[in-house]
């Protein structure tokens, strides 16, 4: 059974700083990886999405990557933003192609 | 495009009661989930339809819970004779055909007291 690890649980940066989020898998068998926002006491919002034959996506100031051969994925933020603070959360297909199985989620307060 | 839309946004209900939620996936997508989620925790799947075929449940999804689809279209969840262990944020999503990228609602927070 795939579980999912966010580390770490909570990070608070001040404004300007790069930083990585850490998703890893118990089960290597990653089939499509998919990286999400979501801000207190709201749904989830896509960032990113990696399938099964790539390597990594990048969208603006983010970008994900994804190693099947260690099971882990991870989150990079360019030049963090107080608009950046949410919970970020990342989830694998590997449950079967029509459900995702969710990590815990990151905090990420980022501090003018 | 109007997104993943969810009704009511918030219920408060007494353990016992009966209550329904409402979702309204993307109108060309397919395939609609629902994910509960508790405070602190990523969310955890509890069923999954595709058009109006009821395709997997999770055994999270109790007896007391029931999900619809009737015309592929939106989705009703039920929870019935309501726990306080009920409480939490339930999460609808939808994607389209031969896609992964699921498109959250924005969640009914349920609180059972």
């Known amino acids: 059974k795939q579980e999912v690890t966010q580390i770490p649980a909570a990070l608070s940066v001040p404004e300007g700083e790069n930083l990585v989020l850490n998703c890893s898998f118990t089960?290597?068998?990653?089939?499509?990886l998919q990286w999400f926002r979501q801000d207190p006491g709201k749904g989830l919002t896509s960032l990113l999405l990696?399938?099964?034959?790539?390597r990594e996506q990048t969208s603006g100031r983010l970008n994900a990557s994804l190693d099947k051969s260690s099971g882990r994925s991870t989150l990079y933020i360019a030049a963090s933003q107080p608009g950046d603070s949410a919970t970020y959360l990342c989830?694998?297909?590997?449950?079967?192609?029509?459900?995702?199985?969710f990590g815990a989620g990151t905090r990420l307060a980022v501090h003018p | 495009d109007t997104g993943v839309s969810q009704n009511p946004r918030h219920k408060i209900t007494k353990r016992g009661q009966n209550v329904t939620f409402r979702c309204d996936p993307i109108?060309?997508?397919?395939?609609l989930y629902w994910y509960r989620q508790t405070l602190g925790q990523g969310p955890e799947f509890l069923t999954y339809?595709?058009?109006?075929?009821?395709?997997?449940k999770s055994r999270l999804l109790s007896d007391r819970f029931s999900a619809e689809r009737p015309k592929g279209s939106f989705s009703t969840l039920e929870i019935q004779r309501t726990e306080q262990g009920d409480s939490a944020m339930y999460l609808c999503?939808?994607?389209?055909?031969?896609?992964?990228?699921?498109?959250f609602g924005p969640g009914t927070r349920l609180l059972v007291l």
């Open positions: 109108s060309e997508h397919n395939r």
């Open positions: 990696i399938q099964s034959s790539q």
């Open positions: 989830a694998d297909f590997s449950g079967g192609y029509n459900k995702l199985i």
């Open positions: 999503a939808s994607s389209g055909v031969g896609s992964y990228n699921l498109y």
């Open positions: 339809f595709q058009n109006e075929a009821q395709l997997e």
């Open positions: 089960d290597s068998a990653i089939y499509n």
